[in-house]
């Protein structure tokens, strides 16, 4: 996964939004395909989202690196980012969402699911404050 992480961030511009709808497309094929799919159903439809552990373990077993690691190839021009810190708190807003989002695809509706993650993402990408 670590190659595809790098080969997905340059196809993308070092856009990491579309890193993260990637990773979520991601791991919510490979639970689908897996012969485990009951298992993570249940355990998905059951877990709170700060039992992060369980969820933490699963996603590092897919993908070993984390985003910051490629902190060189993401795309800061059109972020409101100062330092790589400022990047590594906008990562860890996005792996919440995500994690949230690949949980509930298991609990409503996959494709409404999505719709929901992605409109998260939208409102994380421009802000929810009205401009004066």
Known sequence: MNSTIEKNLKEHNGDIFSWYIETYDFMIQSFAKKEEFNLFKKIF??????DEKIFKAIIER?????????????????????????????CKILNTVTKNAVMSSFKIDSNEAKKIFLKELEYIKYGILKQK
Do not use: G
């Open 45 to 50: 439809e059951n877990i709170k989202a700060s």
């Open 62 to 90: 897919n993908r070993p690196n984390k985003i910051i690691d490629y902190y060189e190839i993401i795309d800061k021009s059109n972020l409101k980012i100062q330092s790589k810190e400022d990047l590594e708190i906008i």
